[in-house]
């Protein structure tokens, strides 16, 4: 049983102009213990899955207008709003892709992240609270971490505020950590120190994580599976090993083609996908890929392609999926 | 010295002093010229660049140290020339973008622009520096306005620069078929605007309709489109890049990095490029930068710096870069021990904390910036043993070969 079942999940925001569906018919689930990654353009929907998931939509304009979220037999959507607090930071953690956002501008380090372990471990006092800060800090890999807990977010380098947070979302290990873009701000040395952080903490607890990201390289290295979203649906689900030898999207085709090597030539033109995501306002019916895809037919425009049971176990949807498998061999 | 004497194009010590002294006279020329010498500067000169913050504690706050967050930085730009800046996080790369628009005052250095120093500038000076130079953060929550739509956001560096925008419509005119003449002559002020509006959001591939729109209304990669069409507004000559193309997926930043390398080519426009994911640095940059705790310790051109890094901190670097291909899993230099404070750095050469070849002198002595003259096409490192080290290790070979 899935630990994490997300099932033709769809939401709304309300704008000044209009209601604009985001997510239409989102499925996936997630195993203990296991790295679902999720990757796809921006504006997709991949932090709106995720704050669905949490209970934290932006109130009132979003909300969810069908689906399930299943975690732990019953359905999260069903929840009240003090139940879902009790979820959120004990079974499920989410660490937050513009720190800025999440950390009070006008509070020290330090006071932050004692009131989240106040939370945690009551019990525990003053003097305990500011050892396990200092810690925390430490495992993280900020440097002087006595001194930034008198600091206030402004002071630190957006790296260490994403490290902050990265810190924050530990002080109790969760069932399910979901983490947007948490290493989007850092560097390569400290990026993988995260990823070995993470990967470490789901060995001794089972933890299960899904990741979003836009960097592939990162997917490649942590995922065991991987979603691909592409303008609020799902394009593609897969290991991440078929994914990143036989990509059977056009869309996951077209974001690994664009990825610079760094054995390309500098300063010439990047390979890219033709053509602008579509707004919300105005998707194209049928595939919402179809404008941008060198592939499309006319049933592209009127069917909207089915999230198919393709081949080894692994779903797409596409229209012509299997010319996919043709074009690799 | 030597660093500066192989990036700044021949432009010696004194004529930085004599420059500096009859500085005032020139300002509005760009050619200066020193004993019947003509001498055109570079678009950016960077020397000694400093920037400490004060650390405070107690109830009653006191100054008790300082944060070494950019330590004697120099280099020079040329004209449609992109520099990497990498280095670890809170190494002072964002400290010095900053710094190159005075948005954080230096403690020392210079920092001349188009052989201006900006350091000494007041505010009417800055207002027209910042016509020319432009930041684009990394995070876009800090540059936008949340109250404002975007055409407002958009709208607004033309009616603060409104003078600019008439020059460059005239110039542009004299360009310009008949027809866009009479088009431009009929628009009223605003119709002008509401119309480089929308090109703008055209040219960073957003829709027109984004213009009535909010900027917590967009995802994160679209509010960094809006920030990157609010840079390119008014035809800067700089755009300092801090981690601008981070958030974007790959595929919306393959076409920024295109939009990037387009407008540069047209606008003769010079990129300061500041990013972690060191294949975009590599992609778009001349030469690159790499920054340890505050200071350079390595420069090169970008092609150089990959396949024969000359520090060891660029090499394990380049060894931490993730590749796209799940049956590898990388041979790392995993830095050991603790990432040192900026507060107090190392004594002699910074990374010896965690440098694999440290010998007894790294804690002793301070290497300096240095010419390295091997076969390689320049760059200088700041190592004792670079020569000695022969790198990069395999692993790090079989990186740059991917
Ligand atoms: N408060 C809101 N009001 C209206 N629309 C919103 C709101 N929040 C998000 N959206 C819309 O929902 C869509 C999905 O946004 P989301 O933040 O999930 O994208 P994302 O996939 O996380 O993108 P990124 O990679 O840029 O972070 C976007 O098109 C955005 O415009
Ligand atoms: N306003 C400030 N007050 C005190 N210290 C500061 C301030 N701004 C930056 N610092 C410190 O200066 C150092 C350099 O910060 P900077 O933001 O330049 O790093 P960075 O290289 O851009 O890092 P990142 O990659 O994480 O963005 C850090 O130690 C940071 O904590
Ligand atoms: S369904 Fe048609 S338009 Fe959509 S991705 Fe497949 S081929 Fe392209
Ligand atoms: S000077 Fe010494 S410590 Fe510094 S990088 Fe070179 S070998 Fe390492
Ligand atoms: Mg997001
Ligand atoms: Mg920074």
């Known amino acids: ?329 | 010295m030597s660093f500066l004497a192989r990036l700044g194009g021949g432009c010696q010590m004194n004529d930085i002093k004599k420059r500096n002294e009859i500085d005032s006279e020139n300002v509005t020329e760009n050619e200066i010229y020193i004993e019947n010498v003509s001498y055109i500067p570079p678009l950016l000169e960077v020397q000694g660049l400093t920037k400490l913050f004060p650390v405070k504690q107690g109830i009653i706050p006191r100054t008790v140290g300082q944060v070494h967050a950019v330590d004697d930085i120099s280099f020079t730009l040329e004209r449609g020339e992109t520099l990497g800046l990498v280095g670890e996080s809170g190494c002072g790369k964002s400290t010095v973008g900053k710094s190159l628009l005075r948005l954080v005052q230096p403690t020392h250095g210079s920092v001349m622009f188009e052989g201006r120093d900006i350091v000494g500038m007041n505010r009417g000076e800055l207002r027209a520096l910042r016509r020319d130079v432009q930041i684009i953060f990394q995070d876009p929550f800090e540059s936008l306005n949340s109250r404002h739509t975007v055409r407002k956001i958009l709208s607004e560096p033309f009616i603060i620069h409104r003078r600019g925008l008439k020059a460059e419509e005239k110039q542009k005119d004299e360009q310009g078929t008949e027809a866009e003449r009479k088009q431009n002559e009929t628009l009223s002020p605003k119709a002008e605007r509401e119309k480089k509006v929308c090109e703008l959001l055209n040219r960073v591939g957003l829709d027109e309709s984004a213009a009535n729109r909010y900027p917590h209304e967009f995802s994160g990669g679209q509010r960094q489109r809006i920030g990157i069409a609010r840079a390119i507004a008014l035809k800067p000559k700089l755009i300092v890049c801090d981690e601008a193309v981070s958030a974007l997926d790959v595929s919306v930043q393959s076409q920024i990095v295109n939009l990037l390398l387009d407008l540069q080519q047209e606008m003769d426009l010079a990129l300061i490029f500041i990013a972690h994911d060191l294949a975009v640095v590599k992609h778009v940059s001349d030469k690159i930068a790499v920054m340890y705790l505050g200071q350079i310790v390595e420069t090169s051109t970008s092609e150089d710096i990959y396949r024969a890094p000359k520090h060891p901190y660029t090499e394990a670097l380049i060894s931490a870069i993730p590749v796209a291909d799940p049956t590898r899993r990388p041979d790392r230099i995993v830095l050991k021990g603790d990432v040192p404070s900026p507060i107090f750095p190392p004594s002699g050469c910074r990374f010896h904390t965690r440098c694999r070849y440290a010998l007894p002198r790294c804690s002793e002595e301070t290497p300096l910036l240095e010419l390295a003259t091997d076969n390689s096409s320049g760059g200088s490192a700041a190592c004792f043993f670079w020569e000695d080290l022969k790198l990069p290790h395999s692993q790090t070979k079989e990186i740059a070969s991917k």
Not at chain 1, 178 to 188: Q, R
Not at chain 1, 194 to 203: D, G
Not at chain 1, 299 to 316: D, H, L, M, T
Request: hydrophobic residues 40%.
């Open chain 1, 1 to 329: 049983m899935a630990l994490l079942q997300v099932q033709n999940l769809s939401v709304s925001f309300d704008t000044d102009e209009a209601t604009v569906g985001v997510l239409d018919d989102v499925t996936f689930q997630l195993a203990q213990g296991e790295t679902l990654g999720v990757v796809g353009e921006s504006g997709c929907g991949k932090s709106v899955t995720s704050l669905a998931i949490m209970g934290l939509l932006p109130k009132p304009a979003g909300r969810v207008t069908g689906g399930e979220i299943v975690f732990g037999g019953d359905d999260l959507l069903s929840y009240r709003p003090e139940q879902m607090r009790n979820i959120r930071g004990r079974r499920i953690s989410m660490i937050f892709q513009e720190p800025m956002t999440a950390l009070n501008p006008v509070q020290r380090i330090g006071r932050q992240l004692m009131e989240t372990l106040q939370l945690h471990r009551p019990q525990s006092n003053k003097y305990e609270q500011i050892e396990i800060c200092v810690e925390l800090l430490d495992r993280v890999g900020i440097p002087e971490p006595r001194q930034r807990l008198t600091e206030y977010p402004h002071q630190l380098s957006g790296g260490m505020r994403q490290r902050v947070m990265i810190a924050m979302a530990l002080i109790h290990v969760p069932d399910i950590l979901i983490a947007d873009e948490p290493t989007t701000a850092l560097d390569v040395t400290i990026q993988a120190q995260i990823l070995e952080l993470i990967e470490e903490l789901q060995r001794e607890n089972g933890m299960a994580v899904i990741f979003i990201t836009h960097d592939l390289a990162v997917i490649a290295e942590i995922a065991d599976r991987v979603v691909v979203m592409y303008a609020g649906r799902v394009a593609e689900e897969a290991t991440a090993l078929e994914l990143f030898s036989q990509p059977l999207h056009p869309y996951t085709q077209g974001l690994l083609n664009s990825i610079p090597s760094l054995g390309g030539i500098p300063k010439t033109q990047l390979k890219t996908i033709r053509g602008m995501v579509p707004s919300f306002a105005n998707m194209p019916s049928g595939c919402r890929f179809r404008n941008r895809c060198e592939r499309a037919q006319q049933i592209c425009a009127q069917e909207i392609p089915k999230y198919f049971g393709a081949k080894y176990a692994r779903s797409v949807a596409c229209h012509f999926w299997q010319d996919s498998v043709v074009d690799v061999k």
